[in-house]
T-cell receptor
Framework: GNSVTQMEGPVTLSEEAFLTINCTYT??????LFWYVQYPGEGLQLLLK?????DKGSNKGFEATYRKETTSFHLEKGSVQVSDSAVYFC???????????FGTGTRLKVLA | DTAVSQTPKYLVTQMGNDKSIKCEQN?????MYWYKQDSKKFLKIMFS???????INETVPNRFSPKSPDKAHLNLHINSLELGDSAVYFC???????????FGPGTRLTVL
C-alpha cells in the first residue's frame, strides 16, 4: 500500500539557517504530493503541492520538487524565521481515491 | 468567513459518556473527513464522506458514528467514551477526492 516516510524531529535551527525536511514515499500509480504546516493550537494548512513528476511546489520561501526517480518530496527553505516554528507534514493522495496518507510530522523549532 | 468550523473547541468528559462534535464547511466542497491526531501529532484518517455518502471507514471502533445531514455538515458521535479516545479531532473538506484539504481548528477531547 501507499506510505509516506518523514525524517524524525525535532529539528532545531537558528534563524536564517537552511532547512531541509526529508520525505520519501511509496505509491502505485501517480500520486499528488503535499506539504502541510500546523502552527501551535491550529489545524493543518496547505503549504505547497505538486501533482506530477518534476513539478516544483513553492510558497512563502519553501520549495519541494516531486522526484519520481528517488520517490522523494523534500521540503527546503533557504533562510528560516522564528515564525516558521511549527509541525510539518508530508502527504500523498491519489486523485479520486478520497484517501490521504500523512507522514508522522516533523517539528521545527527556530531560535532567534 | 470561517471556511471549516468545528464545535466545541474543547471537550472534557468522563469515561462512559456519549458526546458529539460538529463540523461545518462553507466552501461548497463535496468531500469531508474526520481525522484523529494523537499526542505525538500522528494524524490518522477515520472517515470520509462524499456528497453525504460514506466512502472511507478506517478500522474505527463502532462506538464512533459519523453523520452527514447534508454536504456542508459532517458530525461525529462517540458512544461509551474511553481514555484512549483522548486526542485532537480534526474535520477537513476537499473539493475532490485526493485534492487539497482544508482543515478545521480541531476539537481537543479529554476523557477522564
Amino acid at each position: 500500500g501507499n506510505s509516506v516516510t518523514q525524517m524524525e524531529g525535532p529539528v532545531t535551527l537558528s534563524e536564517e539557517a537552511f532547512l531541509t525536511i526529508n520525505c520519501t514515499y511509496t505509491a502505485t500509480g501517480y500520486p499528488s504530493l503535499f506539504w502541510y504546516v500546523q502552527y501551535p493550537g491550529e489545524g493543518l494548512q496547505l503549504l505547497l503541492k505538486a501533482t506530477k513528476a518534476d513539478d516544483k511546489g513553492s510558497n512563502k520561501g519553501f520549495e519541494a520538487t516531486y522526484r519520481k526517480e528517488t520517490t522523494s518530496f523534500h521540503l527546503e527553505k533557504g533562510s528560516v524565521q522564528v515564525s516558521d516554528s511549527a509541525v510539518y507534514f508530508c502527504a500523498l493522495s491519489d486523485l479520486g481515491t478520497y484517501k490521504y496518507i500523512f507522514g508522522t510530522g516533523t517539528r521545527l523549532k527556530v531560535l532567534a | 468567513d470561517t471556511a471549516v468550523s468545528q464545535t466545541p473547541k474543547y471537550l472534557v468528559t468522563q469515561m462512559g459518556n456519549d458526546k458529539s462534535i460538529k463540523c461545518e464547511q462553507n466552501l461548497g466542497h463535496d468531500t469531508m473527513y474526520w481525522y484523529k491526531q494523537d499526542s505525538k501529532k500522528f494524524l490518522k484518517i477515520m472517515f470520509s464522506y462524499n456528497n453525504k455518502e460514506l466512502i472511507i471507514n478506517e478500522t474505527v471502533p463502532n462506538r464512533f458514528s459519523p453523520k452527514s445531514p447534508d454536504k456542508a455538515h459532517l458530525n461525529l458521535h462517540i458512544n461509551s467514551l474511553e481514555l484512549g479516545d483522548s486526542a485532537v479531532y480534526f474535520c477537513a473538506s476537499s473539493p475532490d477526492g485526493g485534492g487539497t484539504q482544508y482543515f478545521g481548528p480541531g476539537t481537543r477531547l479529554t476523557v477522564l
